[in-house]
């Protein structure tokens, strides 16, 4: 027979749960932004983080690594929390949005590589170069600018006037 007080009530100290949801949370928010912009490809960071945690969380909950169904519920909770959260703060303030969602950063500009910029975000010229090819640009002189977006794509606009395109960044591309 099943333990229904057992199932239901916590075992962990609720703010325990609150404290380490907030922390890993941040903590890999901060890396993700920092270091993978580009790796995540289509899906957000901040979208990426969510799923990732949430099925971490619940699957602790439902393989009774936690002995209580609320601990997982709880944590579950902390993580979609934050993410509101920085959505929200976001959405108020545009200095955190700054932050939060960075903003495109320019790799080419009328046609001249802007290597500082490339540098920063660990991209070759041949990727650059590969990027373009698949969005049907032959050569760099037809392009004004090539922006790698907050999620990792890349937005070129060519000379002609043409519409931007956008397509994933490198562990994007299929």
């Known amino acids: 027979m099943a333990d ?3 199932v239901f009530t ?3 100290p609720l703010l325990e749960i609150v404290v380490r949801g907030s922390v890993i949370y941040l903590a ?14 289509t899906t957000g960071v901040t979208d990426l983080l969510v799923i990732v945690l949430i099925a971490d969380a ?8 936690y002995t209580s169904v609320t601990d997982g519920i709880i944590l579950v909770s902390v993580i979609i929390g934050w993410s509101y959260l ?13 932050i939060i969602h960075p903003r495109p950063l320019m790799l080419v500009r009328d046609g001249r590589i802007l290597r500082r910029n490339m540098r ?35 937005s070129v606009i060519t000379r002609g006037g043409d519409q931007p395109h956008k397509k994933p960044g490198r562990r994007g591309a299929a």
């Open 58 to 65: 619940a699957q602790n909950g439902m393989a009774d690594d």
């Open 28 to 41: 890999l928010f901060l890396l993700l932004r920092v270091l993978l912009k580009r790796e995540s490809g």
């Open 86 to 98: 920085l959505d929200a703060v976001a959405y108020r303030w545009p200095a955190a949005a700054r």
């Open 10 to 12: 916590p075992d962990t």
């Open 120 to 154: 920063r975000e660990l991209v070759t010229e041949e990727e650059l170069l590969g990027q373009l090819r698949e969005q049907g640009v032959a050569d760099l002189a037809d392009v004004r600018e090539v922006r790698m977006e907050s999620d990792g794509q890349f």
């Open 4 to 6: 229904w007080q057992r």
